[in-house]
């Protein structure tokens, strides 16, 4: 028998609450505690923060290729620079414009960047990027916006969230790399859907009394 999406949800949010309870919480809680308190996490939570300000075009490139690829090698080591280095300016609207100029990329990946820039400048009052992207994060939590950006092909939950963490809000971007992180933990992580291990990592972060993002960098850098 098919269940409704609210009781799939509902579902759901019992087991994730029950996740808690299980021996290994208590064990992941303390290793991502320390993790989370490190030099090294600091220090990346503090970086990727101020990562794209100022080149908020790449960081939609960024967005869009990080689905399905390795990140340092493909993403960082390859395209963000390839594009810098070809594009006119580093701007929303310069991608807007003209795409992501001189790199390599997959079937309809192209056409996701200029979309998705084009989304965030739905958000512009003027011509100051950063303005653009404060007004996108302070309103990015509403559903409607939320499904118009996941509504753009390529974009989905996941990659939206990685876009609000890199727009400054404390997000976590539930990838395969932080599933697999939260599966070395104990945490059964193939049971829940993205929006599940979203949840799990609010409740980590909770019992942690960390942000977010900072359970994000300590999952993901491990």
């Known amino acids: 028998m098919n269940k409704s999406s609210n009781d799939s949800r509902g579902g759901q949010d019992g ?19 320390i993790r989370v308190a490190s030099a090294e996490i600091r220090d990346r939570v ?19 290729a990080s689905r399905r690829r390795r990140y340092e090698t493909h993403v960082e080591g390859r395209i963000i620079p390839v594009y810098k280095e070809n594009a006119r300016d580093l701007s929303l609207q310069a991608l807007a ?11 309809g990946e192209s056409r996701t960047m200029v979309e998705l820039a084009q989304f ?9 990027d950063e303005q653009t992207i404060a007004n996108f994060a302070s309103q990015s939590v509403d559903a409607e916006i939320r499904a118009k950006a996941i509504g753009i092909r390529g974009i ?15 997000t976590l971007k539930a990838d395969s790399r932080v599933r697999e992180a939260l599966g070395n933990l104990g945490i059964p992580e193939e049971n829940f859907s993205d929006e599940g291990i979203l949840k799990i990592c609010i409740s980590l972060a909770s019992d942690c009394g960390a942000t977010l993002l900072e359970i994000d960098q300590a999952l993901w850098n491990r």
Do not use: C
């Open 120 to 128: 965030i400048l739905g958000f512009a009052e003027n011509q100051d």
């Open 15 to 33: 087991i994730t609450r029950m996740m808690t309870t299980l021996p290994a919480w208590d064990s992941a809680v303390e290793a991502v505690s």
């Open 97 to 107: 414009d003209h795409g992501p100029t001189g790199v390599t990329l997959w079937a």
């Open 46 to 64: 503090k970086n990727i923060q101020n990562l794209y300000i100022g080149a908020r075009g790449p960081m939609v490139v960024d967005v869009v």
């Open 156 to 170: 989905g939950p996941v990659l939206y969230e990685y876009l609000r963490l890199l727009s400054g809000v404390d």
